[in-house]
């Protein structure tokens, strides 16, 4: 993924990197002066070539190929950046890294094959073609920069894992919820769309390994208070398989009405159009218990019957594929 992309040179830092190793040269020895010279330019059109390919060649394979990204990821990369956009630059990588080879065997074979003065101006000749290339590949190289930058920032989601994802009005004990039944410590990932982070816990669940994943500033709010970055972000996480939790906290300490946290549940049932849980949070606070799967995650009381029952509909929507 984006993570295992090395850094991309800029043009004038690819150019500067292969005309300083190709500086550093030394021939052996000829009593020929001429066939020393030959040499040299020789060998210094082999190292620009093998310098600059090799770092164009690890682009192209490094950096994700559209077709094998995640949709998720693919969402969010189409979002940012335009995925058009990010095909055509990588496919022109390739292409100037064929075009340096090709240019370079033109060059070599053109040394081998001239006397005199005329070695030294077709180096330069050399040096000035292929430097336009790479020039030319200026904004691709910038692009796929931060393109790999920003993509960095968003790699802890796992979405071939069995998911869920929590929703529910601020304060409704989401972040409690994760942390009490996840086993690790949740991965911050800052999504690239909000200010705010999402934590992602994991565990094990039967036989498989889970997340669970909190959306702050997403999935807690009506979208007329959504602005059109967290649009966006909503859209990417329709493309994850998962499960909702929605949490409706009917305790006395809950900022929201029954019917506003209805109206939010409505309103992601129809953006987000995946499995989705009711449970009532905060029961050691709650005077009533009104959803069928009710629990705290102060007391544990409930969690072990969540967590069954996340396991039943994972066991089923397992058998059904
Ligand atoms: N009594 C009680 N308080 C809880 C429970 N779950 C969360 N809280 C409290 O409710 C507040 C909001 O919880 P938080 O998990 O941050 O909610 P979020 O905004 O939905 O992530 C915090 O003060 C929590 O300590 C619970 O099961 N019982
Ligand atoms: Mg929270």
Redo the contacts with the bound molecule.
């Keep these: 993924m984006f993570n295992k992309i090395p850094t991309v040179l800029t043009s004038q830092e690819i150019i500067d990197k292969a005309f300083s190793r190709a500086s550093k040269i030394e021939v052996p020895y000829e009593s020929s002066l001429e066939r020393r010279v030959r040499n040299e330019v020789i060998n210094r059109i082999s190292t620009i070539e093998s310098i600059t390919c090799s770092h164009l060649d690890k682009l192209v394979k490094r950096f994700p190929s559209s077709e094998k990204l995640h949709p998720f990821f693919y969402a969010i990369l189409d979002l940012l950046f335009n995925v058009d956009k990010y095909k055509i630059s990588l496919s022109r990588v390739n292409t100037s890294s064929i075009k340096i080879r090709e240019l370079s065997t033109v060059y070599i074979r053109r040394a081998k094959g001239i006397q005199g003065q005329r070695i030294n101006e077709t180096m330069r000749a050399y040096y000035g073609r292929y430097a336009s290339i790479i020039k030319d590949l200026s904004p691709d190289l910038k692009f796929l920069s931060e393109c790999r930058d920003r993509m960095k920032k968003v790699p802890v989601i796992e979405p071939d894992l069995p998911t869920f994802i929590i929703a529910?009005m601020?304060?409704?004990?989401?972040?409690?919820l994760i942390a009490s039944m996840t086993t690790s410590k949740p991965r911050v990932a800052s999504y690239p769309f909000t200010t705010q982070d999402i934590h992602v816990g994991f565990r094990e669940l039967g036989y498989f390994k889970i997340q669970m994943i909190?959306t702050p500033g997403i999935l807690d709010r009506p979208a007329v208070e959504r602005n059109e970055m967290e649009v966006k972000a909503m859209l990417a996480l329709q493309k994850i398989d998962g499960v909702i939790i929605f949490l409706f906290d009917y305790s006395d300490?809950s900022g929201y009405t029954k019917e506003q946290q209805e109206a939010l549940y409505e309103e992601i049932r129809g953006l987000l159009p995946k499995p989705v849980i009711r449970v009532q949070?905060?029961i050691?606070?709650s005077p009533a218990r009104i959803e069928d799967i009710a629990l705290?995650?102060?007391t544990g009381d409930g969690v072990p019957e969540l967590l069954k029952y996340m396991e039943s509909i994972m066991g089923k929507t397992h058998a059904e594929h």
Excluded at 170 to 176: A, D, E, H, L, Q
């Design positions: 529910g601020p304060n409704t004990g989401k972040s409690s909190d300490a949070s905060k050691d606070i705290s995650s102060v």
